[in-house]
């Protein structure tokens, strides 16, 4: 992949491929019905959030592992698989006040362990810097940069192709959430960073090796994810941009050890 909207692109044919997570379900919540499954016991609770035009199915590789040590959660975000879609603005904002809203409904206490991939990461970013108290550890999936539309990474300077590919093969909530991706990190930019908070950042080596000013731009924000949080651990990941299905097990030990720093530090308290 030579770019990460161009991976993004390909995320619902990719998803297709994967193994529904068991006892994926829906349920009311503040009378909009919600797609979420729940499994394994213990605490800390880790929460998954799913990038651009992903469904929870995307994290059934990294599943099994992470219900065998302790409670998860995956959902659907407001307009993917069967969560109803909402007559709220598809930003960050909203999103992360719908996430915490599904927290409580399924009786889920804080501090989580949050895991976001791609524009989920975005997300998962704006959650740890308004609730930083709610959150026992981050982990980034080859996320999305606060600031990953601006300068060259801007829609209007894409090459036309890349413009109607992404028209094309995109839901109308998907483009809903785009439109409102550079208002979601410039509310995450806005907000500091809490540094009692560990962050895991994992990044896909595999587009690094792209060049154009598309692909050069993106991989340095790619890289600089890390210099977001000071003290953070960056892995570079030998994958694509889809690394929970690529490389599953780097996910899965990056939330095992996410896990184990949270509890020994509940430990300590």
């Known amino acids: 992949m030579k770019h990460w909207i161009f991976a993004t692109l390909l995320l619902p044919v990719l998803l297709g491929a994967c193994t529904t997570l068991p006892g994926a379900a829906t349920a009311p919540v503040d009378g909009r019905a919600v797609e979420s499954v729940v499994a394994g016991q213990g605490t800390p609770v880790v929460v998954f959030e799913n990038g651009l035009g992903g469904t929870l199915d995307g994290w059934a590789k990294v599943w099994p592992d992470t219900v065998r040590e302790t409670t998860a959660l995956a959902y659907n975000r407001a307009g993917y698989g069967k969560s109803e879609a909402a007559a709220a603005p598809r930003d960050g904002a909203h999103t992360v006040a719908e996430l915490r809203a599904l927290l409580k409904a399924r009786q889920l206490p804080p501090p989580y362990v949050l895991v976001g991939h791609s524009l989920g990461g975005l997300y998962m970013q704006l959650f740890v810097r308004q609730y930083p108290q ?50 979601t990190g410039q509310a995450v930019s806005s907000l500091p960073v809490d540094p009692a908070v560990p962050v895991f950042v994992l990044s896909a080596l595999q587009p690094m090796t792209a060049s154009s000013v598309l692909a050069d731009d993106a991989n340095r924000k790619r890289a600089d994810i890390a210099n977001l949080y000071p003290g953070s651990k960056q892995i570079w990941v030998d994958s694509g941009h889809v690394i929970p299905l690529e490389k599953p097990d780097s996910v899965v030990k990056a939330i095992g050890e996410a896990v184990r720093v949270a509890r020994e530090s509940r430990a300590t308290k």
């Open 134 to 183: 709610d959150v026992a550890a981050l982990v980034l999936v080859d996320t999305t940069h606060p600031e990953q539309l601006k300068g060259a990474g801007d829609p209007e300077t894409w090459p036309a192709w890349l413009k109607m590919t992404f028209g094309l093969l995109t839901s109308d909530t998907a483009k809903q959430e785009f439109a409102a991706l550079d208002q």
